[in-house]
């Protein structure tokens, strides 16, 4: 069996991991800060550096190539980073400097697409035909898996499912558009519901969690509130179950898939925030399509995107069973 | 060239074609009222009859086949129709019974998925990669087709675009849910609003074009109106394009399409709905995604359907270009 490395590149961290083709394991799993702000070639000899301790924890394997997962908007066929925000780069080509780097072949793909990948192959979404996934952190990143391939759209920005209007007058999103799914149910987005709510004047204990600087509310301080009992923080997660699962509801009534996969930290809040989401999905969506679909938590918190652009790179290769 | 039998059988009218294999003609298309309060055999008497008249209108080409075009939820692999609220069927072996009638092998597809199949083979999508389409109507249909395959979900019930929620405690819709795209857009939607404006006394000269009776406001005569210079007439289609818009521009961020096609009566109001339906998708969807997709009118009205039937029942036998 010969092995992957698996590039996960965040806007916080870079996570390195190197994946066996037959999904059986995933070894060397080493991750440091991005620090994006020091520039793009400090940021790629972190990632030398990683994908060298990464391969040295597979101890010999034979490592047939790297995948990338990298946030977008990518050129995936000719492997450039167009523009990315969180990382400042503008028309990288990240895959051509990372195969340079490593003397390894490299694919490059969508982190978010590599996440829901990753819970395809080796996680939650294990098997599923067609999986619609959610990415839930700083933004709301989508990933779509039609029959074991991820799909891409015409111009490599399919799955933008954050950027969907779910109300048309409502608040305002990064990406400029009004009442995006993103602009409610982001970390940010939670964060920032909880605290008008203070400013306003609500009974919580939100606030002690945070020495009274409203500043340092995040959505983790929300879910642990919750999970703690505090009825104010528990009406948010419920109002962000609520939206998620208009959200979770249209993505059930337009691909009817067999598995909507929810990643990242909002997974913390558990059933408090599945078991209204599921109930708001089953009000809004076709009871035939919801009937079809397990909507699930992902499994590999931390490695999806690391397996999933393992196998990015597998599908590409046509090599292996991704 | 061999020919295939399409049947488009709507609520109200039932169309059949019989289109070339290569779909360079369409010939002996016949059509009749659908009268389903007359019950199952009656309809399917009449389509018995209307194929006939299609075979013979084909002047002696072998027939390879039928394709149907049924609304939905489908049990396509099986033939059967499950439920059919416009018809009245439930659980009908569509497929065999038509099959056996004709005497010639048949194949089933949703009625939606079979106009937007059509407008890909030989309408307003053609040779297009990735194309969501909208058949707006007395409800919305929805159908996707991806590589030159229609895309049906896991249970057959994907592409229900209508049924997607825009704003989440908006207008109660037909189908259960609350703020459906459906329940703004449709035809009936559109009327409604219209009427709805009209009692609550704008200055408008819709009245006149139904003798004073608001019960026989359809869609059509917004349009007229609106055509003819009335003010009212123009906001509530300016309005339909803005809810219109705010859904495409979710299929846009969602599917990367290089076509979005819309189809139905919603198109005779021209420019006046697809100007302000573009700029509001200009003002909400991604750039890049914007720019890679068309958004046009049907090419096909009254026949998409029994060419995408038609081209269903190719796609199955593999034996054409469809």
């Keep these: 069996v010969r092995y992957i490395v698996g590039i996960d590149i965040g806007g916080t961290n870079l996570v390195v991991g190197t994946v066996a083709e037959d999904g059986s394991e995933l070894v060397g799993e080493v991750s440091e800060p991005t620090h994006s702000e020091e520039g793009a070639d400090a940021v790629m000899g972190r990632i030398g550096r990683l994908v060298k301790s990464s391969i040295a924890g597979a101890r010999g394997k034979e490592i047939a190539g790297v995948g990338i997962g990298s946030p977008g908007p990518l050129d995936t066929a000719r492997g450039v980073v167009l523009f990315t925000p969180n990382l400042g780069w503008t028309n990288f080509p990240l ?13 490059l793909d969508n982190d978010a697409n590599c996440a ?14 067609a ?17 074991g391939k991820i799909y891409h759209g015409v ?15 409502g608040r305002r999103c990064k990406c400029g558009n009004y009442g995006c799914l993103e602009a409610y149910a982001s970390g940010p987005a939670i964060a920032a519901r909880a605290a008008e709510g203070i400013e306003s004047g609500v009974e919580t204990s939100l606030g002690k969690y945070v020495g009274g600087d409203l500043g340092k509310l995040t959505a ?5 509130a919750a999970h703690d009992g505090d009825l104010y923080a528990r009406e948010v997660v419920n109002d962000t179950a609520k939206l998620l699962g208009a ?19 909002v997974t913390l809040a558990g059933a408090l925030l599945f078991d209204p989401l599921r109930r708001e999905v089953h009000r809004r ?4 399509a919801v009937k079809a679909c397990r909507i699930v938590p992902g499994e590999l918190p931390g490695t999806a995107g690391v397996f999933g652009a393992a196998a990015a790179f597998i599908h590409k290769h046509r090599g292996g069973s991704a």
């Design 95 to 107: 895959r051509d400097r990372v195969s340079k780097m490593t003397g390894l072949p490299a694919e």
């Design 116 to 129: 829901i990948y990753g819970e395809w192959w080796r996680g939650a979404a294990r098997g599923a035909r």
């Design 247 to 265: 959200g979770v509801a249209n993505i059930i009534n337009i691909f009817n898939p067999d598995v909507v996969v929810i990643c990242g930290g």
């Design 155 to 169: 111009s490599d920005v399919a799955g933008e499912i954050g950027h969907t209007t779910i109300d048309p007058t």
């Design 131 to 147: 999986v619609v996934g959610l990415t839930i952190g700083t933004g709301i990143g989508g990933g779509i898996v039609l029959d």
């Design 220 to 224: 983790q301080v929300v879910y642990q």
């Design 285 to 288: 969506a076709f009871k035939d």
